[in-house]
């Protein structure tokens, strides 16, 4: 294997140092018929010794590669962490290979590199790809249980020992106190489990030397139980990650190592906070691009313990951010909220038929507001079939936590008027412009939401087309045009859904309310949105983009900039550690505009 004259001069120059000269003659006739161009220039070295002797060590360093096997030649480079694209197969976009450099690109700044495979692929590279070298010796092997252990801290680094640990099935890893997850997107039997549960709880071996959402979670009950003071247990991440489910086996393992105290919690209050989760996914969770159980709210579980036997006593739970331009209208390859679909797809048709009045064999594709503008709605009898067993599920948990049948039929009619309402067009009247409804082709639409909602069809038609201004004291009636008839329509629309939902978070911190006087001690989980980026975004998305870089912000501070001032603190000087600062991001949405109030320049 040919090698390039980096490392032949290296070697060249390693023999005239230890003053070893070859006997051959003519190294660049020699390195020719190795396949090498563009040797360097002869340096002059001015020594007592004789003129030749650097080309004597680089015509030494021809012989010795001539004597090594191609595969002995290859190990001998130094190999670094070069970034490129992933295949298929590698699961697409970029990561980190080990390759060793050939030569200089043609392009200035890029350098050809050979990946140490046994294809031995020849690609090139920028120098912004480069990364570190690899650790031929091996003395801190990648694949580690937490990544505080990597000595040679970078990009590549990190990724690489994710993706092993990975490739095992261990897709869980360390940072000191913090626990990064990848979503396997399959369940793990052997992961989980009350016996897993127990030999965390109990067995003071395992920690983040065993990194799991056990381990985490056991580490804020511990604390809870030695300090006395009040834990959280922040889960963020893009959409798709897998912060529901490990909400869920959070509170799954509290649930179980604790247990519930029922003199003051009431009974089951364990089993009630884990038959939350379903109603709000049902409520608050939709189909996006990224994720088929994307949370559209963000959550703030608070569980309560009390101070002397450390049992659950209560929950409490604040949601934030509703997405409600959800409720009016989705993407293309996207869904509008569960509850919806599960509705009708329910096998339950005195439901559908009796109690909300829907027609028969009704499907998403007849509700403009579940189908993506522009395109229909394809019909999944999978997906249909998950949606009527994840009705039984939600109606079961609504049960549990005190919601009798007329207290649901009333929620799921509010529902039902919701997606007639979105079929209600508005239509110009002649010759004033005014906003009207065609009876001919909507007034089925306006009868059913009048059905559902309990109030006069006509009453809602001036409601939806008649905006009322209060003056002075004094009522005004302005009539809308069809383009504010139907936006109010869709305020309509999204605020009644907002109050079912607020109303669902109110009645379950009523049911699940701590009896007890006492101050309680607290474990709280934050589950946020997820990051994602549509083709139209609304601006209730770029709140949820905004929430999570704050959450980042905070993982910075806690992992670097906190370990920077500690290094300081202790007089260590000069560590520098190079990360993705976003404080640009939030200065530009959320600092004061300082400029308000100065004069400005003429010029």
């Known amino acids: 294997m040919a090698q390039s004259p980096a490392r032949l001069a290296a070697k060249a120059s390693m023999r005239r140092r230890e003053g070893k000269a070859p006997e051959a ?119 580690v249980p937490n990544l505080v252990d990597i000595v040679n801290v970078h990009e590549a680094t990190i990724l690489e020992n994710l993706r092993k640990r990975y490739a095992r099935d261990e ?58 003071v009040t834990q959280a247990i ?38 009630r906070i884990l038959s939350a989760n379903p109603v709000l996914e049902a409520f608050g969770n939709a189909k996006t691009l990224r994720n088929d159980n994307s949370s559209r709210f963000g959550k703030w579980m608070e569980i309560h313990f009390l101070h002397d036997r450390l049992s659950i006593c209560g929950c409490t739970t604040v ?28 096998a339950d048709q005195h439901l559908k038929t009796n109690i909300l009045h829907l027609p028969e064999n009704a499907t998403c594709n007849d509700y403009r507001s579940l189908t993506p503008k522009g395109a229909e709605h394809v019909m999944n009898q999978d ?8 009705f039984d599920v939600t109606t079961d948990a609504l049960s549990h936590l005190g919601f009798g049948n007329s207290a649901q039929q009333n929620i799921f009619k509010v529902l039902a008027g919701i997606l007639s309402m979105g079929n209600i067009d508005f239509m110009p009247e002649d010759p004033s412009g005014y906003a009207v409804i065609d009876q001919s082709l909507y007034g089925q639409y306006l009868d059913h939401v009048s059905f559902c909602f309990g109030v006069d069809a006509a009453s809602l038609e001036r409601a939806l087309s008649v905006q009322t201004l209060v003056i002075g004291g004094e009522s005004t009636d302005r009539r809308l045009l069809p383009d504010q008839a139907c936006e109010n329509r869709d305020a309509l629309c999204k605020s009644l859904y907002g109050a079912i939902f607020d109303h669902l978070i109110t009645r379950f911190n009523a049911v699940m309310a701590p009896t007890t006087e006492k101050k309680t001690l607290v474990v709280g989980i934050l589950d946020i949105f997820g990051f994602e980026i549509f083709q139209s975004n609304s601006f209730e998305q770029l709140c949820i983009n905004f929430a999570n870089e704050k959450l980042q912000q905070h993982f910075n501070q806690a992992v670097f900039k906190e370990e920077i001032q500690a290094c300081e603190e202790e007089g260590i000087v000069g560590v520098k550690l190079k990360f993705n600062d976003n404080q640009d991001v939030l200065n530009l949405i959320e600092a004061r505009d300082t400029s308000r109030g100065k004069k400005k320049s003429r010029w």
């Open 25 to 143: 003659l003519s190294f660049r006739a020699r390195a020719t018929r190795h396949g090498i161009q563009n040797l360097p220039d002869t340096p002059k070295i001015r020594t007592g010794q004789t003129n030749n002797f650097f080309e004597d060590g680089f015509d030494a360093a021809l012989k010795e590669a001539e004597n090594e096997s191609p595969g002995a030649a290859a190990m001998a480079r130094e190999q670094y962490w070069v970034r490129v694209k992933a295949t298929e197969e590698e699961g697409g976009g970029f990561c980190y290979v080990p390759a060793m450099m050939v030569e200089a690109g043609s392009r200035k700044g890029s350098y050809r590199f050979q990946r140490a495979s046994a294809e031995g692929e020849i690609f090139t590279a920028d120098k912004s790809d480069i990364g570190p070298l690899v650790d031929m010796d091996n003395t801190t092997p990648l694949g």
């Open 171 to 228: 897709f869980m890893t360390s940072i000191g106190p913090i626990l990064v997850c990848i979503n396997p997107f399959k369940y793990h039997a052997t992961k989980y489990g009350v016996d897993l549960i127990q030999r965390y709880h109990l067995d003071s071996t395992l920690g983040i030397g065993s990194p799991h959402v056990y381990d985490l979670t056991e580490r804020a009950f511990k604390n809870l139980a030695a300090d006395r």
């Open 234 to 271: 922040l889960i963020s991440g893009e959409s798709g990650a897998g912060k529901t489910e490990t909400t869920k086996t959070c509170l799954r393992y509290l649930s179980e190592v604790a247990g519930a105290d029922d003199d003051h919690g009431g009974d089951n209050i364990d089993a």
């Open 319 to 346: 949601s934030y951010l509703l997405e409600k331009t959800r409720v009016v209208g989705c993407g293309v390859g996207e869904r509008s909220y569960h509850m919806f679909y599960q509705i009708l797809a329910s």
């Open 383 to 390: 997906q249909q079939a998950i949606d009527a067993r994840e």
